[in-house]
């Protein structure tokens, strides 16, 4: 779709501004060098706000434009557009719409009026004074009725009502009339009964209570209650800002007097019978009226009490301005039947398509079709005319504009220290949690999936073992490998494991390493909350498996920090209050991604005629309308939510949950350490930002986390309590000695027969034991413990195994005999080979564990005869590097790449637009400049946009004069790849075939060989 960048205007040719109206931005009119393309306004504007518009649309600078007409085409492109109007707040989306809706091109004053629409009695002198950012005080601006369809026009005297409240319509409403239900589905006239009590007996609404019928101009008065004084102040205050945003991403442009949507986002945004507008208006009457025959049109005209015209268009155009006049329109709405009202009141607030029967309409559908005010799209379906639209709406866009970001209240206050203190307490608890998770697939990693990932069975026994749920122990897991702690090990029988840096991070301080964390888990897009759910395909996503990663994920996550920042330390809001933030800031939903399990619109959809039912229009509560995104659906793949929320609504509610956990947050309020996180260091390359966040977080936190321990309180009942974190040789020790009972601020350990037996298995003996219990106990050695341990010792390897297949052998032959006879042996198929030997079938590994089964306390020996010590193997991968974040379209450029690019734009710009000198050879040679000799001399001012062509002699001439008198040469060079681009240069030395110069373009100095210059002209004086 070709973009505004110089190809004439949309609107009218013939439409001027008006005298008195708004200045266009310093550019006078069209006489005195107005923009007529958004290519033309791009140069006007300095290389501060280009560099803003590289930075608000990064995609604009892949690659790096050649010209200024380059980039406003490129801005102009359906993919550039759509991204941008994505990122747009919830107002700027509402102007953005309205200006969709609105003529183009549009005046200030009316924009406004489509988002403010009329003043209520109360608004008399109120915000309508107010005007554009750059005529705020001028009394003589005033809106023209017939730019806006009628929002200029004279103000109607409606209620003060909120929008959306139609408590005090009743059944103008349309919504529980029997009468006007009936006639809005087409199912014939309502009887007399439902007439008396569905439309007659309401006061207050425009009811006739004389004759029991109801009037449509008081019954339509309360479907569109102009907003009060206090939003349209609102409104009046936050337009400025949401046209300068338009305005810098080069989504508008023109001035004040002559705002222009490109035309790109114009489509995108302006309603369409299979794409409605987020507005839920429907189509003009010109639009609608396309193709009608004109004695039909002359009838719609004498309905409607209008004189006949000789042709279609004036007869169109005398229903327009029938529709925009307030006081006609109240009039020919009071002769309206009994229904008619609640179909209009049906199709207000969109969407505009209703099904009915043309050819045999009831009698409210077919009055309202004899006069326009409804007109046919099919045979079976009916349309709400914009303009009528707008009248019925109090002159307004859109039902609810939300020109302010909600607040983020109501806030819960802590004090700041518990807040510290608690999120401190939750780092211990999340890195003692990576530990444990990693200690544990060290020496038995789960296998890695076919398809790649964890199992269910194994998330299940993970999660089992580290005493948390499945979503939270997939949370763990995903940020161990996040970090680059866990991965798989690429063997034949591949498994996961820890990485060689989970040995490095084991060696970090507690705040380091819970900083490392932290900093993989911020900018991640790997998305645990996903873990369970089902992709496009109906397949199960699994813990480290593919199609986890979600480009939004960074930047909602930091944002929800970054709300978190902007309340008191200590003050915590609650989900839901930041959620409404985002999606005022990032609208979802929107139209072309319809939100999850919501149907896509079509219009009109048979069946749903005249039920309000659309999902992007308002419910019939009055709630606000669903902002329409041009956006087409998620590329994640991931099945909507069961609860029905957007990506990235759950993305924030799992970006809460997961600070917590993490020790970012305490009891919901962002922490000092969490803070500095997010502390930005713009003078740093991106890597080396987050490096110093991280050091800063880490310094912050340090003093919160409490000192390692090397003692342990050891109690009577075979248990041992670690008040605190115990130094790591302690630690592990423990760990070998004693199962993990209890895990919190004080972790309890039970020694058991089998805990004791691991440690003797790992090499330490009896007089270990006690001497480590005694070294590490602030409390005496209790004497059950003792005993346990002098007990397990003394049957300790008494019972010796070997290969043989396997051998058992033992000093006292009568411990042979009581396990011969047992019947638990069986399975090891057991015989005497001598008093002291019993030979087994089995391997020795399951003969050792056969027998722990039944009781006893066996040790493996070796061929020597020595005892083998058992400890477990600790596995390692590779060496692996972290996955890398997906990101979410380019990165946002550094201030040294945007002056770059602005130079280089600027540069190709002047190349591509400064005016030249026509060629000397054309003067001397009028058949090369005849075109008798193609490429002699065509590299005159009159070639335009062409690369110029000389022969290699005016070439070689052209550049020594430049280089003599150090004047600019505009050049046509094919670089080694074949392709053609044009530059301004300055020649500083011709020799040996080639040129050395200053090229503008690239704002360096180059050489360029003289042969692969296609031509030269100088330029014009005014251009040097």
């Given at each position: 779709?070709?973009?505004?960048?110089?190809?004439?205007?949309?609107?009218?040719?013939?439409?001027?501004?008006?005298?008195?109206?708004?200045?266009?931005?310093?550019?006078?009119?069209?006489?005195?060098?107005?923009?007529?393309?958004?290519?033309?306004?791009?140069?006007?504007?300095?290389?501060?706000?280009?560099?803003?518009?590289?930075?608000?649309?990064?995609?604009?600078?892949?690659?790096?434009?050649?010209?200024?007409?380059?980039?406003?085409?490129?801005?102009?492109?359906?993919?550039?557009?759509?991204?941008?109007?994505?990122?747009?707040?919830?107002?700027?989306?509402?102007?953005?719409?309205?200006?969709?809706?609105?003529?183009?091109?549009?005046?200030?004053?009316?924009?406004?009026?489509?988002?403010?629409?009329?003043?209520?009695?109360?608004?008399?002198?109120?915000?309508?004074?107010?005007?554009?950012?750059?005529?705020?005080?001028?009394p003589e601006k005033a809106g023209s009725p017939e730019e806006a369809g009628g929002t200029g026009a004279a103000r109607s005297a409606g209620s003060a009502q909120p929008p959306g409240d139609t408590s005090a319509a009743g059944p103008a409403s349309g919504v529980g009339t029997a009468s006007g239900t009936r006639a809005a589905q087409g199912l014939g006239p309502a009887s007399p009964a439902e007439t008396a009590s569905g439309t007659g007996t309401t006061s207050g609404t425009g009811t006739d209570?004389?004759?029991?019928?109801?009037?449509?101009?008081?019954?339509?008065?309360?479907?569109?209650?102009?907003?009060?004084?206090?939003?349209?102040?609102?409104?009046?205050?936050?337009?400025?800002?949401?046209?300068?945003?338009?305005?810098?991403?080069?989504?508008?442009?023109?001035?004040?007097?002559?705002?222009?949507?490109?035309?790109?986002?114009?489509?995108?945004?302006?309603?369409?019978?299979?794409?409605?507008?987020?507005?839920?208006?429907?189509?003009?009457?010109?639009?609608?009226?396309?193709?009608?025959?004109?004695?039909?049109?002359?009838?719609?005209?004498?309905?409607?009490?209008?004189?006949?015209?000789?042709?279609?268009?004036?007869?169109?155009?005398?229903?327009?301005?029938?529709?925009?006049?307030?006081a006609r329109m109240a009039a020919l709405l009071d002769g309206a039947p009994a229904g008619a009202a609640a179909v209009l009141a049906k199709l207000t607030w969109g969407p505009p398509y209703g099904e009915a029967s043309v050819t045999s309409?009831?009698?409210?559908?077919?009055?309202?079709?004899?006069?326009?005010?409804?007109?046919?799209?099919?045979?079976?379906?009916?349309?709400?005319?914009?303009?009528?639209?707008?009248?019925?709406?109090?002159?307004?866009?859109?039902?609810?504009?939300?020109?302010?970001?909600?607040?983020?209240?109501?806030?819960?206050?802590?004090?700041?220290?518990?807040?510290?203190?608690?999120?401190?307490?939750?780092?211990?608890?999340?890195?003692?949690?990576?530990?444990?998770?990693?200690?544990?697939?060290?020496?038995?990693?789960?296998?890695?999936?076919?398809?790649?990932?964890?199992?269910?069975?194994?998330?299940?026994?993970?999660?089992?073992?580290?005493?948390?749920?499945?979503?939270?122990?997939?949370?763990?897991?995903?940020?161990?490998?996040?970090?680059?702690?866990?991965?798989?090990?690429?063997?034949?029988?591949?498994?996961?494991?820890?990485?060689?840096?989970?040995?490095?991070?084991?060696?970090?301080?507690?705040?380091?390493?819970?900083?490392?964390?932290?900093?993989?888990?911020?900018?991640?897009?790997?998305?645990?909350?996903?873990?369970?759910?089902?992709?496009?395909?109906?397949?199960?996503?699994?813990?480290?498996?593919?199609?986890?990663?979600?480009?939004?994920?960074?930047?909602?996550?930091?944002?929800?920090?970054?709300?978190?920042a902007t309340l008191p330390h200590g003050a915590a809001a609650a989900p839901d209050v930041l959620l409404a933030r985002l999606r005022w800031e990032r609208p979802t939903g929107h139209r072309g991604a319809p939100a999850p399990g919501a149907a896509a619109p079509s219009a009109p959809a048979p069946g749903a005629a005249f039920t309000g039912a659309s999902p992007t229009t308002a419910s019939p509560t009055g709630a606000s309308p669903t902002t329409a995104s041009p956006t087409a659906a998620s590329p994640t793949g991931a099945s909507a939510s069961p609860t029905g929320e957007d990506l990235r609504s759950r993305l924030a509610r799992w970006a809460v949950a997961e600070a917590e956990m993490l020790g970012v947050t305490g009891r919901g309020a962002l922490s000092a350490h969490g803070r500095a996180l997010l502390e930005r260091h713009p003078d740093e390359p991106t890597a080396a930002e987050s490096d110093l966040a991280s050091a800063q977080a880490a310094r912050l936190l340090a003093p919160l986390l409490p000192e390692p321990l090397d003692h342990v309180l050891l109690q009577a009942d075979l248990t041992a309590v670690a008040p605190g974190p115990l130094e790591r040789p302690l630690a592990e020790t423990l760990g070998i000695l004693a199962d993990v009972e209890s895990k919190g601020g004080a972790t309890v350990y039970r020694f058991t027969p089998e805990s004791v037996r691991r440690a003797l298995d790992a090499g330490r003996t009896a007089d270990d034991v006690h001497t480590f219990l005694a070294a590490h106990s602030r409390t005496p050695v209790p004497q059950p413990l003792a005993y346990l341990v002098?007990?397990?010792?003394?049957?300790?390897?008494?019972?010796?195994?070997?290969?043989?297949?396997?051998?058992?052998?033992?000093?006292?032959?009568?411990?042979?005999?009581?396990?011969?006879?047992?019947?638990?042996?069986?399975?090891?198929?057991?015989?005497?080979?001598?008093?002291?030997?019993?030979?087994?079938?089995?391997?020795?590994?399951?003969?050792?564990?056969?027998?722990?089964?039944?009781?006893?306390?066996?040790?493996?020996?070796?061929?020597?005869?020595?005892?083998?010590?058992?400890?477990?193997?600790?596995?390692?991968?590779?060496?692996?590097?972290?996955?890398?974040?997906?990101?979410?379209?380019?990165?946002?450029?550094?201030?040294?790449?945007?002056?770059?690019?602005?130079?280089?734009i600027r540069a190709g710009d002047l190349a591509a637009t400064a005016p030249h000198k026509p060629a000397a050879v054309a003067e001397a040679r009028p058949e090369a400049a005849s075109g008798s000799r193609p490429g002699a001399a065509s590299g005159s001012a009159a070639s335009g946009d062409r690369l110029p062509r000389t022969t290699s002699a005016d070439t070689l001439a052209t550049m020594q004069a430049a280089a003599l008198t150090g004047s600019n040469v505009w050049i046509g060079y094919v670089n080694a790849n074949g392709a053609a681009t044009q530059r301004v240069i300055a020649p500083v030395r011709v020799e040996g075939g080639f040129v050395t110069a200053y090229d503008h373009t690239a704002d360096e100095v180059r050489t360029y060989p003289l042969h692969r210059i296609t031509g030269a002209a100088e330029l014009a004086e005014d251009a040097t």
């Open positions: 779709m070709p973009a505004d960048t110089g190809h004439g205007d949309n609107g009218p040719p013939d439409r001027v501004p008006r005298s008195g109206g708004p200045r266009d931005g310093g550019h006078g009119d069209r006489g005195r060098g107005v923009p007529r393309t958004l290519a033309e306004e791009l140069r006007t504007r300095p290389d501060d706000a280009l560099a803003a518009l590289l930075r608000a649309r990064p995609d604009l600078l892949s690659p790096v434009p050649n010209d200024l007409t380059q980039l406003a085409t490129r801005a102009g492109t359906r993919a550039s557009v759509v991204r941008a109007v994505e990122r747009l707040d919830r107002f700027a989306q509402q102007t953005a719409e309205a200006l969709a809706v609105a003529p183009d091109p549009c005046s200030y004053e009316t924009l406004r009026d489509l988002l403010t629409g009329d003043e209520g009695p109360e608004g008399a002198g109120g915000p309508e004074k107010a005007r554009s950012p750059e005529k705020a005080g001028d209570s004389g004759t029991g019928t109801t009037s449509a101009a008081g019954a339509t008065a309360g479907i569109g209650a102009p907003l009060r004084a206090e939003e349209r102040a609102a409104i009046v205050d936050a337009l400025p800002r949401a046209v300068a945003t338009l305005r810098e991403q080069a989504l508008i442009w023109g001035g004040d007097d002559r705002l222009r949507l490109v035309r790109t986002a114009r489509e995108l945004l302006a309603p369409s019978p299979t794409s409605p507008s987020p507005t839920g208006l429907g189509p003009t009457v010109r639009e609608a009226t396309s193709g009608m025959s004109p004695g039909r049109l002359q009838e719609l005209l004498a309905a409607a009490g209008l004189s006949p015209t000789h042709d279609p268009v004036t007869a169109v155009a005398a229903l327009a301005e029938l529709f925009r006049d307030r309409p009831t009698p409210p559908v077919g009055w309202l079709l004899d006069r326009a005010l409804l007109l046919p799209s099919g045979p079976r379906n009916v349309v709400l005319p914009r303009e009528v639209a707008l009248h019925l709406r109090h002159g307004r866009a859109h039902r609810a504009p939300e020109p302010f970001a909600p607040p983020l209240s109501p806030t819960t206050e802590h004090d700041p220290q518990v807040v510290d203190n608690t999120a401190a307490g939750q780092t211990f608890t999340a890195l003692a949690t990576v530990e444990e998770l990693l200690g544990q697939w060290e020496t038995a990693g789960p296998p890695v999936l076919r398809a790649g990932g964890l199992s269910v069975r194994d998330l299940k026994r993970t999660a089992v073992a580290l005493d948390v749920s499945e979503p939270v122990a997939a949370f763990w897991i995903e940020l161990a490998y996040a970090a680059g702690l866990v991965a798989s090990d690429g063997e034949t029988d591949e498994r996961y494991a820890p990485t060689p840096a989970y040995d490095d991070w084991l060696r970090l301080p507690a705040e380091e390493r819970w900083a490392r964390l932290a900093a993989a888990w911020l900018p991640a897009t790997r998305t645990s909350g996903l873990v369970g759910g089902r992709d496009s395909r109906g397949r199960t996503l699994a813990a480290l498996g593919p199609e986890l990663d979600r480009s939004p994920a960074p930047e909602v996550r930091r944002r929800v920090l970054e709300l978190l002098d007990d397990v010792a003394r049957k300790h390897g008494r019972l010796r195994i070997g290969a043989a297949s396997a051998y058992l052998r033992c000093d006292d032959d009568a411990l042979l005999a009581e396990i011969l006879a047992d019947r638990r042996s069986a399975g090891l198929r057991l015989r005497r080979l001598a008093p002291t030997v019993l030979a087994a079938q089995a391997p020795p590994d399951t003969l050792l564990e056969g027998l722990r089964a039944m009781g006893y306390a066996p040790a493996a020996e070796s061929a020597e005869g020595d005892v083998l010590i058992s400890r477990a193997e600790a596995q390692r991968t590779p060496p692996r590097r972290p996955p890398a974040p997906v990101p979410e379209g380019p990165p946002v450029p550094d201030a040294t790449l945007l002056g770059a690019a602005v130079r280089a």
